[in-house]
Each structure stands twice: as C-alpha cells, then as structure tokens.
C-alpha cells in the first residue's frame, strides 16, 4: 500500500505532497520508501524527499532530482543515465552497479557514496 502511494504522488508530480507523506510515516515510526525495481523514468522529482529510500533496481533514467534528499539512498544497480542530479544529496548513498552515464553531479553531495569509482 505505500508503495503505491508513493507512486502515485510521484507520478502525480506533487513533491510537497510526497515529502509530507513521507514526514508523516517517519513520524510515526515507518520504514524508509520501498520503490525497488520500480519505473519513474523521467519523473520531476526535483527536492523529493527520497532519503533511506530503497530504489535499487529503479528506473529513474532522465528523472529530474535536482535538489533531491538521496542521502544513505539504497541505488545499486539503478538506471540514472541523463538524470539531473545537481546539488542533490547523495551522502553515504549506495551507487554500487547504478548506471550515471550521462548524469549531472555538479554541486551533488556525494560524500561517502558508494560506487562512484
């Protein structure tokens, strides 16, 4: 059931709503969003509140994350090929396999990432 919230507020395109959703489930003690092997290429998903998120798998190719709270986000072996992800916060991110070619990184908190090597 909060996976298909999630998408379906991301899909929707309504970030705040997302990122206040996702406030309201750490408040009360829920686990990090669970969007493994999902698809949401090409989302605008600029500022979303993905942190903890589990997008290993995900498809999120051409996604716009600028902004975006990736911080100990689990994405290995997520396709990020043309995603913007400038001045994101991917600290202690799992990248391990992800796919970044064509990825925009500058200005990216990418301290104690994994997998950008």
Known sequence: MATKKAIELLKEGDI???NKWVKERRKNGKSAVDLDDKDLSGLKLREADLREAHLNG?????CDLKGANLHAARLRQADLRGCDLREADL???DLRKA???GASLKKANVKGARGLD
């Open 16 to 18: 705040q709503a997302f």
């Open 91 to 93: 600290s202690d991110a």
């Open 99 to 101: 796919k970044l070619k």
């Open 58 to 62: 995900a498809n999120l190719r051409k």
